[in-house]
């Protein structure tokens, strides 16, 4: 049997056309294609994570209302920048998602409420962004002084950089950024060993350090002044013996990132009564130098920790000191549940 040019024409235009409309059909029903995905939602849905501290849980939306995000091709042009704010970043599998052209991208990203302690350095209206004018600089008055006086320590700041990402803008994407948090507070208890009295008013507590100036490529210390640290509270300590009608005194502070080999940040207490500097205390040295070297978790985990990663984990110190005779006998240095007692040091 024989069958016509014409006929197996006919034949072959509609199976093209079948293959055509299933094809089509295919394509508009993402559900039969990619799982869990509604409406075809290619592009590159960034998820955000922060549990780099001493909890080694996911703490983003309980302390991040805010993430600005910076991209970057692969020539270091940036490229567009957005922002995500408020509820939204608390609910459970937010992403942010990016409509990107197809490349390798280098995404940076500044997190936290934090205009009112710090600026983007460099950043003008009239200029393009880049990673080196992305630098975090801590705001401080003219006298190079920072005073929380509303009782607040520093505004939190985090920071991310996720590099050589490769996007398909016809494919479904998802990475994770995760998070580095900036800022820590420093809680300060300041005991009389003799058992006399301290009043809020017997010294002068302040922190010196020139760590105020961060750079958006990794998160390093920039050169920056020396800046002056007064405490966001003060207050006085209830007296756990008959000796005294107050044991001594607290204030808290907040700072910057902490660097393992900082040499600068320092604890001063001036005895408002001879003008003596009875503290002049290293604190992220010994930070550093005293740190555990491995943490168990709430899960029972054991991680061990290098002196840098501790203190990038840790944002929270209770540091109580004990003076008698003009000078410190011991140190009390106390982060979650670890404790640990210096006696008797030369710092």
Not at 15 to 20: C, D, E, K, L, W
Not at 35 to 53: A, I, V, W
Request: hydrophobic share 40%; proline share 3%.
């Amino acid at each position: 049997m024989s069958i016509s040019i014409s006929k197996y024409a006919k034949a072959v235009r509609s199976a093209i056309f079948m293959v055509a409309g299933l094809t089509a059909f295919l394509l508009s029903s993402c559900s039969l294609v990619y799982t869990d995905q509604e409406d075809c939602d290619f592009g590159l849905h960034l998820r955000f994570k922060y549990d780099y501290n001493m909890s080694f849980g996911d703490a983003f939306a309980s302390q991040v209302s805010r993430v600005s995000v910076y991209v970057f091709d692969e020539d270091g042009k940036f490229v567009t920048c957005q922002t995500e704010e408020g509820p939204a970043l608390a609910q459970e599998g937010y992403r942010m998602k990016l409509e990107l052209p197809d490349g390798k991208y280098r995404l940076i990203c500044w997190g936290g409420r934090y205009d009112d302690s710090f600026t983007h350095h460099k950043l003008t209206d009239d200029c393009e962004p880049s990673v080196e004018l992305l630098e975090a600089l801590m705001l401080r008055d003219a006298d190079n002084e920072v005073k929380c006086l509303d009782g607040c320590p520093l505004n939190s700041l985090f920071w991310g950089d996720l590099k050589d990402i490769e996007v398909n803008s016809k494919s479904i994407q998802e990475e994770t950024l995760s998070l580095m948090k900036l800022t820590n507070q420093i809680k300060i208890n300041l005991i009389n060993g003799e058992g006399e009295e301290l009043g809020l008013d017997s010294f002068d507590l302040y922190m010196h350090g020139d760590n105020g100036r961060i750079c958006a490529d990794d998160a390093s210390l920039l050169e920056d002044d020396k800046v002056k640290f007064h405490p966001y509270h003060k207050a006085e300590r209830p007296a756990i013996s008959t000796k005294a009608t107050r044991e001594g005194i607290t204030a808290e502070f907040s700072c910057p990132r902490i660097m393992k080999d900082d040499d600068v940040l320092r604890l001063h207490a001036i005895d408002k009564t001879t003008g003596e500097d009875v503290l002049d205390f290293p604190v992220a040295k010994v930070l550093a130098t005293y740190a555990p070297s491995a943490f168990e978790t709430a899960d029972g985990l054991i991680h061990f920790l290098d002196p840098q990663e501790y203190l990038d984990r840790a944002d929270l110190y209770n540091l109580t000191f004990v003076l008698q005779d003009g000078d410190w006998i011991s140190v009390d240095i106390q982060v979650l549940s670890w404790n640990m007692r210096i006696q008797n040091v030369d710092l």
